[in-house]
């Protein structure tokens, strides 16, 4: 059991990675997408909700399929590891973006107001009073998601990324049965998870101690 | 009047099919405080908000400072915010930024929208600070301080860009009647020292003793306006009549 378990923390760095680019991708792009969402006009916000609706419409391991199969035999040729980073990072965009937009949802009316009436520009307003507030708030259900992410991204197995997903299948079958390789990843995916959650709590009760209200 | 810096002519605002704002013309001179009162709903606060734009009516003039705009087609970006940039605008609720301290509420618009450096912004606010008899609260975030605390910072915020004119929005309305008190004293030091003030406000002892004019608004039009005294000891109309003997008697 504990062979079993050790011969899965290789595959951990491949799985860390995965979710730590799809995150940063997904947080990254998310933003674009929340301001079209947000947008004045009709087209930027109903080009952004298909996005949203479609990304999130889709089984992870479809995305994974089409981009791997579809638009690496095309043009551009990705390796396994590409393509599930680029594939989990553009849905994560979907569901960040509707994070952020929570977070815009949550403040007060006046804060923008204040800074159009101060005479900022909108990006000024952006980057200096809303986002910072958005952001703040968006912590708790970001962290949330980034511990699903970690989960949802064993489908990266599924177009060969040796994650530890990988790895448990591998040693599944060379066992020929018994249960214990996906006991082992159990236990493994909750110890990767317990300290996102903590450090988001962490960081939550800190940015909430200076500026409670 | 000569030369009033701030100038409406035939301002309308209409919110689908309410027309909140009629017709109002309106000139006030440099240095005059201006009281605007009258019952909820008249319309008050949607026309002082159109003076920043805040509000857009539908047409119109509008005069601030050096602008002159005619509302009938949307202003650029660009003139809105040179508009904004010359008027200084306190709200109900205060609307401090939680998430920056004190002092940079106040230094950092200095520094985004006149572009001035860290140390001359601080020095500003430093000096507002005092003004505001708040110089012990500059490393202090918004939700440490009380309701009048804040105001007054809100206040010294919007005087930072050195604004030719001041717009207040029931600036004491959110406030217990101490605190309020406190915010009034800062706005009488304000008229004293010639600041051009548009004040929307329920405090008629405020308005009666600070005001140079009083304007009476009911069903988005100006009603009734002039001297305090006059307006408010001896109003024409049975209507303001009526309104000001409601608020003597609450109190």
């Given at each position: 059991m504990l062979d079993t378990f050790l011969a899965l923390l290789h595959g951990v760095p491949v799985s860390l990675a995965v979710t730590g680019l799809a995150f940063a991708l997904g947080a990254v792009l998310g933003v674009p997408l929340v301001l079209m969402r947000r947008a004045g006009h009709w087209l930027p916000r109903l080009l952004a909700r298909i996005y949203i609706e479609i990304a999130r419409g889709i089984p992870p391991v479809v995305w994974l399929f089409i981009i791997f199969f579809g638009l690496g035999s095309g043009i551009v040729t990705l390796t396994p590891f590409q393509a599930a980073s680029l594939g989990m990072g553009l849905i994560s965009a979907a569901y960040l973006a509707e994070i952020y937009r929570g977070g815009f949802l949550?403040?007060?009316?006046g804060q923008d107001a204040a800074a159009v009436a101060l005479g900022m520009t909108r990006l000024d307003r952006l980057r200096f009073v809303l986002a910072p507030q958005v952001l703040r708030v968006s912590i708790p259900p970001m962290a949330t998601f980034l511990v699903s992410l970690l989960k949802d991204t064993t489908v990266a197995s599924t177009i060969g990324v040796r994650d530890v997903m990988m790895l448990v299948t591998q040693q599944a079958q060379a066992a020929g049965g018994g249960f214990a390789p996906f006991i082992s990843a159990a236990v493994l995916y909750i110890l990767l998870s317990i300290p996102v959650a903590l450090l988001a709590r962490k960081m939550d009760a800190r940015l909430r101690a200076r500026t409670s209200r | 009047m000569t030369d009033p810096i701030v100038s409406l002519k035939g301002i309308n605002i209409r919110y689908g099919t309410h027309?909140?704002?009629?017709d109002v013309s309106l000139d006030i001179a440099k240095g005059e405080v201006v009281a605007m009162v009258g019952p909820s709903g008249a319309g008050k606060s949607t026309l002082l908000r159109a003076i920043n734009m805040l509000e857009t009516p539908a047409s119109g003039t509008l005069h601030v400072g050096d602008f002159t705009f005619a509302l009938d087609r949307p202003l650029g970006q660009k003139d809105l915010l040179a508009l904004r940039r010359s008027t200084g605008m306190v709200f109900q609720q205060f609307n401090?930024?939680?998430?920056?301290?004190v002092q940079r509420n106040i230094s950092l618009p200095q520094m985004r929208v006149l572009g001035r450096s860290r140390e001359e912004a601080d020095r500003v606010t430093a000096r507002l600070l005092e003004r505001v008899h708040l110089?012990?609260?500059?490393?202090?975030?918004?939700?440490?301080?009380?309701g009048g605390q804040q105001q007054r910072i809100a206040i010294a915020r919007a005087l930072a860009l050195d604004p030719q004119v001041m717009l207040f929005d029931e600036p004491t309305s959110a406030l217990d009647p101490e605190l309020g008190l406190e915010v009034l004293s800062v706005m009488r030091e304000l008229a004293a020292d010639g600041m051009t003030m548009i004040v929307v406000t329920h405090e008629i002892a405020f308005a009666a003793e600070v005001a140079d004019r009083v304007i009476v608004m009911a069903d988005g039009q100006i009603i009734e306006e002039g001297p305090p005294e006059q307006v408010?000891?001896?109003?024409?109309?049975p209507r303001t009549q009526k309104f000001f003997r409601a608020i003597l008697e609450r109190h």
């Open positions: 949550t403040l007060p009316a | 027309h909140a704002v009629r401090l930024f939680p998430h920056m301290t110089a012990d609260k500059a490393q202090a975030y918004p939700a440490r301080l009380s408010i000891r001896n109003p024409s109309l």
